[in-house]
């Protein structure tokens, strides 16, 4: 009941009262407009040159400067949605019920929305590790933004976010002053890491993080990224162009029922792997980061043009994999451990296990030239260093379903030496790889 709340001030009442009067008079636009402010936005310059708004702002705010409680008075009356209650009607109860939660310290929900350009799902939305991944309609992308009366450039959600998936997550939050809320750095990849990492493993092809917000939803957000968003191009009957979301990464019908049963995997995986201590969770979570960095420095072809690219992706890739196949053991014979146990869980037959261990033996030697500050000496296949990373990743965190890391560990050091641990390997590798999109370990005659 509002009779248990604070008495409501006279200054608030007063500039309730002034800008009733406001309304009532109907003022006019300035001459020489061509589009006009509306109603709303013309009270609102009008109410807030007065003295009573000036003096309310230093009594909500009475700890800020001058300037500093008018800029915060400013952006609570506006973005709250005030003036457009007034109109509409409401008490003064009821007004100061709404602009009361946003003069102090208060707990809110916070949400980051990031586009995830160039995927297609069959279905509208769905749920991953917390995650709500949808493609957002009109009204669900409005309700982002602050009363339209008041919304600029930087306060409008784009509108390809209606024609492209999201991924969506939210949280409780503590705001700690009705002033202007500072974002920390931010690094997509340390943020937001499982989810992308999940969705990446299923299919080979790439996408992008074109957009990026965050912030508290109807109130007020920020822009994080803010890129083009790839697009495609078809033609008309008639020969004309028409402009399309890219689509690289899609799950179709007839894949749905596999693809759910490879996020619940990968939510098994991760529900295990949380079990762990602390350091072998930051291997693994390491080898996610460093999946996720190579990927996106990629084109969707899974390559990278630019030389200097090329070889970031390659440290990527081969860091991951230390992460994955070596966690926690010495730093002795590095590369023949990489190589042998990477093409024990890989390939399908001894021929195939001879080839990748030694093309894995190749990489390594280039990862450490690059390391040291030489150039490469071969052509990268890159396309292909993905497809077996992600093979390995696949099989480890399948392993890890069950297991506690000083098991997985076991795994791996007797993995060369052991015909039963072999085995168990083959029927993880078997069981997760008939569940994602199908491996391409062939060359494909990377440069």
Same mark, same amino acid.
């Given at each position: ?140 992308? #409005? ?6 009366? $008041? =919304? %600029?450039?930087? +306060?409008?959600? /784009?509108?390809?976010?209606?024609? @492209? ?122 080898? #996610? ?6 990927? $996106? =420095? %990629?084109?969707? +072809?899974?390559? /990278?043009?630019?030389?200097?690219? @090329? ?122 790889? #008939? ?13």
């Amino acid at each position: 009941m509002l009779s248990d709340e604070p008495q409501i001030p006279k200054l608030f009442s007063c500039f309730v009262a002034e800008v009733r009067e406001l309304f009532a008079a109907k003022p006019g636009a300035p001459r020489l407009t061509i589009i006009g402010p509306s109603a709303v936005q013309l009270v609102a310059e009008n109410a807030e040159g007065t003295t009573t708004y000036r003096a309310l702002a230093l009594e909500l705010f009475p700890a800020k400067q001058n300037s500093s409680a008018l800029n915060t008075a400013f952006n609570i009356f506006r973005r709250s949605g005030f003036y457009g209650r007034v109109e509409s009607g409401d008490t003064d109860e009821q007004l100061w019920e709404l602009i009361t939660p946003f003069t102090k310290a208060r707990d809110a929900v916070w949400a980051t929305l990031l586009m995830l350009d160039g995927c297609s799902f069959p279905v509208k939305k769905f749920e991953f590790l917390g995650y709500t991944i949808n493609k957002l309609s009109d009204e669900e992308r #409005g309700a982002f933004e602050p009363p339209r009366d $008041f =919304i %600029s450039f930087s +306060d409008c959600l /784009a509108p390809s976010f209606s024609e @492209r998936w999201s991924l969506l997550y939210k949280q409780d939050s503590h705001i700690r002053s009705p002033s202007s809320v500072r974002i920390p750095q931010y690094e997509l990849h340390v943020t937001h890491w499982k989810p992308l990492f999940g969705l990446g493993l299923y299919e080979r092809e790439c996408f992008y993080i074109s957009k990026i917000v965050q912030g508290e939803p109807g109130f007020n957000f920020f822009r994080i990224r803010d890129e083009p968003v790839r697009t495609e191009f078809v033609y008309e009957p008639s020969g004309e162009p028409h402009e399309i979301p890219a689509e690289y990464y899609k799950v179709t019908d007839e894949e749905w029922a596999s693809f759910q049963d490879y996020l619940k995997f990968f939510e098994k995986a991760m529900a295990n792997i949380e079990k762990w201590d602390a350091k072998r969770q930051r291997l693994i979570r390491m080898a #996610g980061r460093r999946y996720l960095r190579a990927t $996106f =420095i %990629s084109h969707p +072809d899974g390559d /990278a043009f630019p030389e200097d690219n @090329r070889e970031d992706v390659l440290l990527q890739y081969m860091f991951g994999l230390e992460s994955l196949l070596l966690p926690g053991e010495s730093r002795g014979g590095i590369a023949d451990k990489i190589a042998i146990r990477g093409a024990l869980i890989v390939g399908k037959d001894d021929a195939e296990r001879d080839e990748l261990r030694g093309l894995l033996k190749k990489l390594y030697a280039s990862r450490s030239n690059l390391a040291h500050g030489h150039e490469l000496s071969q052509p990268l296949d890159l396309p292909r260093l993905r497809e077996i990373y992600r093979a390995v990743a696949l099989v480890i965190l399948k392993l890890s379903e069950s297991r506690s890391s000083s098991e997985l560990q076991n795994v791996l050091m007797t993995l060369a030496t052991s015909d039963g641990i072999r085995g168990e390997v083959r029927e993880a590798r078997n069981a997760v790889l #008939g569940i994602v999109r199908s491996l391409n370990l062939a060359p494909t005659g990377g440069r």
